[in-house]
């Protein structure tokens, strides 16, 4: 191993960074657009042979040289990858990659969560990381509950929580005995996950058969979901929405699930197709899935992306009518003029 | 030794080993996987736990990944580790003392 030395690379760095993109396009791969350290495998003539990402506790984009394969530098990439996470104290790492390379993860302290045929598998390095998973979604108030024959789960990001959510939850409360709250709790979004934790919490607090669980890194937004090896976009929406329903599934035997409501989609291609998939999906597997119609204010459905252009704009007497008191008080607190500062401050509040 | 905190030493090359360690409420839980675990799991399994016992180590998660390592290789990589997460500083470890 003497004579390949790891490095890391910086984006700045444009000359290095066109090589590292080489390097990818000819192992198939496109450079993925969310990347928080790069580095680099270099041989003893300082050519880059190899080269692996990193974004928050997610390993990317690694990819040998075909000529180079077979000498152990994923290994070598791998180490110093995991070195660098640590550092930033992740210690639970994911990688998603394609089918043909999963054996190498293998024996590289990386374990099966799920895989979507012929497109990719999910992996962890913890062996039992998403059977704890499981088991801590079972608190004690729900075994109580556990008899109870009509359990239901929501799964939303609430970005940020509006009078659509509340209403989506409040539905779903009123029919069945439990409902299951799952909260995206990957921060790429433009409100911080404690924010939007606080207002779900804030507007659900008068249901009294909510449990509420965090996605952790098992469920995350389209924003983060790696893409960067699937052909073109919308095999990436439909590879995202399967393994989604695969996990969710699982979450959903284990905590005896048999509805998962969702809102209509009438905005978003993207969420367009994803819902259409999961109908389908979680029909076949035993879970029902009830679409239920936006709610509407004034006649216009309400959209938590036309809120954040709200905010961003300081129409707080729009926001007014889209969202609950709760969320309201919060925006106009010293705490949610900050997150209004941030929308502010970013170009494009409405994808994310 | 307690183990206060996750820590990791070695590395996924070949002939090596990756120790991961976090901290465990009261028991000592091992994970080994290994190219060679038909072959040596057991020897490997024995030498982890020597280690341990030689550290006074009754609790923690450890995650072993080996590439084939050598024992006196596995036992230096399971003595990091534990160090790195018990918050040993050099000075405090009693090099002579090892066994």
Known sequence: MADYTVEKIYTSDKRTMKLVDELLNNEGIKRDKNLDYTCGVFNARDELVATGSCFKNTLRCLAVNHEYQGEGLMNLMISHLVDIEQERDNWHLFVYTKVSAFKFFKTLGFYEIARVQDQLVFLENRPSGFTDYLAQLD??????????????????????????????IEKAAAENDIVHLFMVSDDSSLIPFEDRKRLILAGTRHLNNVIYHESGSYIISSATFPSYFLKDSETVIKTQAQLDIDIFVEIANYLGITHRYVGSEPFSQVTSIYNDIMVRELQERGVTCMVVPRLKVDGAAVSASQIRLALKEDRLDDVQRWVP???????????????????????????? | MEIKKNAVAGTLESSDAQITVE????????????????QYGRQIKKVILETLDNLDVKSGRFYVVDKGALDCT????????????????EKDIKWGALK
């Open chain 2, 23 to 38: 901290p465990a409420q009261g028991k000592l839980e091992l994970n080994i996987q290994s190219s060679v675990l038909n």
């Open chain 1, 325 to 352: 008191q709760t969320t309201l008080d919060f925006f106009k607190s010293a705490e949610g003029q900050r997150v209004i500062a941030r929308l502010h401050r970013s170009t494009n509040v409405v994808h994310y």
């Open chain 1, 139 to 168: 608190s004690d108030d729900h075994l109580k509950l556990k008899k109870s024959q009509k359990v239901a789960s929501v799964v939303m990001n609430a970005n940020p929580f509006s009078l659509g959510h509340q209403y989506l």
């Open chain 2, 74 to 89: 596995i036992k230096a990589r399971v003595e990091g580790a534990v160090y790195r997460s018990a918050d040993a500083a």
